[in-house]
């Protein structure tokens, strides 16, 4: 795993951050050095040479921030067969060639580093597990299995967290993503898999040393490495297909109603941040992302005429008409199975916290968290809307950013108070957790479209 | 149908009879291990059992064949081992081999069977050729039989593996070289598109499998019986994968669904129009014999080509595009396309839909070139809007005309003669002046 640009909006403290990180893979380099196993040279090269390819191939993007590569594998292989400091040559070399020219230099310094760590972790973990320096003695299911077996695995374990942890300090000063956050995101989506795949690692060295093939054995490994590979592929487009098929919804209703993706993108961003705050679990705060972005599929059969005027001008049955969308917007999309758990939370977004709403007149708890999050969403990303069309603009200041915003400073204290004063409309620990995101992210972030982005 | 039935039977007969020959040869060279002798007996039964498991975890999806790789990689992990830990070897020769496999894979063809799974028989009877083949060649040919066996083994590990491998190579061609002669015994197609295009959907995940197998044949003689199980971790890490594959088409093919529907749901067209539409248009597709793959997209392209209609403030009558102003048909076209094109794989299917409304003239006149498939969509679409989904035949003779009014100006004469023939109506023969 190793990061890609995506959007920066980078803390102070990320430099600092890079720097510590460079610092320690030096550190434990020169300890390797020092105290660890010296490797020999021809292995040496095959291997960075494999770790080079390897990060060659990686797959770009398993979630929108992970990119993954079998360059794991080979760093577990490389600590059992080269030693700590092998492997920390290895994590190193890696990564600086590439020839997406997009990566930064310091991005391209954090991976190595990165990597390097990684793989020192993993060798030290080996040899304090007691895992086998001399790998071509070994003979005997019994044997491979406690002298190498075991001690991969615990390298294995140790090298995931290593990865998890350097990874989720960056993310979180990088883009704001809260660390444990993120740190559970990675392990639950991708840690199984991780370990799992370390596997193939194990039979490298077998082939390599008790088995004798030597040398030759890196090609034959190729196959499973690149099988590896596919496999990673299709967990990204899983995603990727999950993402795009939502896209082409909101596609298909901006076509009609050209604000609506504007409003999903910002609805669905203030949405995500939260589920974070409120503690929901990854999968669980996909699925709060995927009904706010679809919130108002529904509109797609509601009359032009109707969507087109202003809420206050509506008679209290063209009101009605518009309001179906919840149910319309639940129906429309009936049939998608990944976003069969989204649906509940777009049918139930109208629904009050003291059961008056509608469709169902659910009450508390027995309305979705996805609905209770998404009604709550709505409601400030229209009273924010509101605000920034509002006497801010009109009064000619600076536009965004300037001091005069109305979005700036302590608005949203505004915001949340505002729908805090409808009493029983909220739940009140969804407003709790948009007060700490907004507090957190602030309310011009929030209401940042991809028009203002340019 | 009856040439697909005659070639699986085929498929069955060839199965049974190397199931048959090989236990009688087996038996007749008195290969079988007796029951003394523990280590060997057993080292077949795992191989057996994990033969038969992996045929029950076969992976099939639409475009590909179905194949078992478990079953595969550990049959030739079959045919090449031959050392084990400790000294001991197994020195039998290829017929014993063959007679496990066969027995395994037909224990686990039956259980799939009487599960009530697919089974293709023509995959089965071509995973076996690649076994029998592969037996052959390294037990019998390259290691001379059974005294052989050890004495042979003293050459370097990594000139082992390419001998294994490029056997291996041998096996999967005759596996391929079966299915495709079987293949076009049931279809009329031509054996070599048939050979390109099975070589094509096998050959990554072959390769895997057959790495796989050489890999266990060469751990054996540290690991034992447990390089079996070990060897097998990736292949089945792939499988859990290829689930995955199948689920990602299974999320778009309910995305177009979902988006088919959309404008029913909406009230832009008559309930019913894009399936209505789909279902005739593939019907052309298939009179006009236009190859599977195009009829994929011919028929995800008659579900969506009426997407665009969501941007209209106010809905067309019906729905009928093809009572709008040129210009608005245009715009709705323009619009479809967009949409489709944001799914990002649908780009096959975009281009069809990018000339649903040219009028067919335009490749008279002007040369341009139009899919035969977009041309297929606006005749479709012509006469199902015409028509409105009614059965009569009034308003099919009705609709009919219209399109007649349009022949050879809007609509391509080859596609309305194909729509005739789909409607079961004699042909108009108008073309004549064409």
Redesign the interface.
């Given at each position: 795993m190793s990061i890609r640009p995506e959007q920066p909006a980078p803390s102070r403290w990320l430099p600092a951050y890079i720097a510590a990180v460079v610092a320690a893979a030096v550190l434990l380099g020169i300890l390797s050095w020092t105290w660890g196993r010296r490797p020999d040279l021809a292995p040496l090269l095959l291997l960075a040479a494999m770790g080079v390819l390897s990060f060659q191939l990686r797959e770009p993007t398993v979630t929108s921030r992970i990119g993954f590569s079998f360059l794991s594998i080979i760093l577990l292989a490389s600590g059992a067969i080269l030693g700590p400091f092998g492997a920390w040559c290895v994590g190193l070399v890696s990564p600086v060639i590439d020839r997406d020219r997009k990566v930064h230099w310091f991005q391209r310094l954090f991976n190595a580093a990165m990597m390097a760590i990684i793989g020192v972790a993993g060798g030290w973990a080996y040899a304090l597990s007691h895992g086998s320096e001399d790998l071509g003695g070994l003979s005997g299911l019994p044997s491979i299995a406690t002298e190498l077996g075991l001690p991969l695995l615990v390298a294995d374990i140790v090298q995931c967290l290593t990865n998890a942890l350097l990874l989720a300090g960056v993310i979180h000063l990088y883009q704001g993503v809260p660390f444990l956050v993120f740190l559970r995101r990675v392990l639950v989506s991708s840690g199984v898999a991780y370990v799992g795949y370390g596997a193939i690692g194990f039979l490298f060295v077998i082939v390599w040393f008790p088995a004798g093939l030597g040398p030759f054995s890196a090609v034959l490994i190729l196959a499973p490495l690149l099988a590896a590979r596919w496999a990673f592929i299709q967990f990204g487009d899983e995603l990727r297909s999950h993402e795009r098929t939502v896209d082409t919804l909101v596609t298909a209703l901006a076509t009609k109603e050209p604000p609506a993706a504007d409003r999903s993108l910002r609805v669905a961003r203030l949405a995500e941040w939260v589920a974070e705050e409120m503690g929901l679990g990854p999968s669980q705060i996909g699925t709060v992302r995927y009904a706010a972005m679809l919130h108002e599929i529904g509109h797609l059969g509601v009359p032009t005429r109707l969507l087109r005027r202003p809420r206050g001008s509506l008679t209290g049955s063209e009101r009605r008409v518009v309001d179906r969308h919840c149910v319309l917007g639940a129906r429309m999309i009936e049939g998608i199975d990944f976003l069969e758990p989204a649906r509940s939370g777009i049918r139930h977004q109208g629904e009050r916290f003291d059961g008056r709403g509608a469709p169902d007149g659910l009450a508390g708890p027995a309305i979705p968290v996805v609905a209770r999050v998404l009604a709550v969403v709505v409601a400030a990303d229209d009273l924010a809307a509101g605000l920034r069309e509002g006497p801010g603009s009109l009064a000619g200041h600076g536009g965004l950013g300037g001091q005069g915003d109305p979005l700036h400073g302590a608005a949203h204290r505004g915001v949340v108070d505002e729908l805090a004063r409808d009493l029983g409309r909220f739940d009140p620990a969804v407003l709790v957790a948009l007060r700490a995101a907004l507090d957190k992210h602030g309310l011009a972030a929030a209401m940042v479209g991809v028009a203002d982005r340019g | 149908m009856r040439r697909t039935i005659r070639a699986e039977s085929v498929a069955v007969a060839v199965a049974a009879v190397t199931a048959l020959v090989s236990v009688f040869a087996a038996y007749q060279a008195g290969d079988f291990p007796g029951w003394g002798s523990d280590a060997e007996l057993t080292l077949l039964l795992v191989f057996g059992v994990t033969i038969a498991v992996g045929e029950w975890f076969q992976i099939s999806a639409p475009g590909l064949r179905s194949s078992a790789p478990l079953a595969t990689a550990s049959a030739f992990g079959l045919c090449f081992t031959v050392e084990l830990?400790d000294g001991g070897y197994i020195a039998s020769g290829a017929a014993v081999v063959i007679a496990v496999t066969s027995v395994a894979t037909a224990i686990g063809v039956g259980a799939r069977l009487l599960a009530r799974h697919a089974v293709s028989f023509i995959d089965v009877s071509g995973r076996l050729a690649a076994v029998v083949v592969a037996a052959l060649l390294y037990r019998n040919v390259h290691l001379r039989g059974t005294g052989a066996a050890v004495l042979a083994n003293d050459r370097p590990?990594?000139q082992k593996?390419v001998t294994m491998l490029a056997i291996a190579a041998v096996g999967l061609l005759a596996d391929v070289a079966l299915t495709s002669t079987l293949r076009a015994l049931a279809a009329r197609g031509g054996l070599r598109r048939i050979v390109v295009e099975e070589l094509v959907s096998s050959v990554?995940l072959s390769?895997?499998v057959a790495?796989?197998g050489?890999?266990i044949a060469?751990?054996a003689?540290?690991?034992?019986i447990?390089a079996l199980p070990?060897?097998l971790?990736?292949?089945v890490?792939?499988l859990?994968?290829?689930r995955?594959?199948v689920?990602?088409r299974?999320?778009?093919l309910?995305?177009i669904?979902?988006?088919s529907?959309?404008t029913d749901?909406?009230?832009y067209t008559p309930a019913g129009h894009s399936e209505r539409v789909a279902a005739l248009a593939l019907s052309i597709g298939r009179e006009l014999a236009l190859p599977e793959r195009e009829l994929l997209d011919l028929e995800y392209a008659a579900l969506l080509h009426d997407?665009?209609q969501?941007?209209?403030?106010?809905p067309i009558p019906g729905g009928a595009t093809v009572l709008a102003a040129p210009a608005d048909q245009r715009r709705i076209e323009a619009?479809t396309v967009?949409?489709?094109r944001?799914?990002?794989?649908l780009e096959g299917v975009a281009r069809i839909l990018e000339h649903q409304t040219t009028p067919y003239r335009r490749v008279r006149e002007l040369g341009e070139e139009i899919p035969l498939t977009s041309r297929i969509i606006k005749v479709a679409n012509a006469y199902e809007d015409l028509n409105r989904g009614a059965r009569g035949s009034r308003s099919r003779d009705a609709a009919l005309e219209r399109i007649y009014l349009g022949l050879g100006y809007e609509y391509d004469p080859r596609v309305v003669d194909a729509l005739l023939r789909v409607l079961d109506v004699a042909p108009h023969h108008t073309d004549s002046g064409t």
């Open positions: - | 830990p590990e990594w593996a990554t390769l895997a790495v796989t050489v890999l060469l751990a003689p540290t690991l034992g447990a070990l060897f971790v990736p292949l890490l792939t859990f994968a290829f995955r594959y689920s990602i299974a999320t778009y309910q995305s669904r979902t988006l529907r959309l749901a909406a009230g997407i665009g969501v941007a209209l403030v106010e619009d967009a949409i489709v944001e799914t990002g794989v």
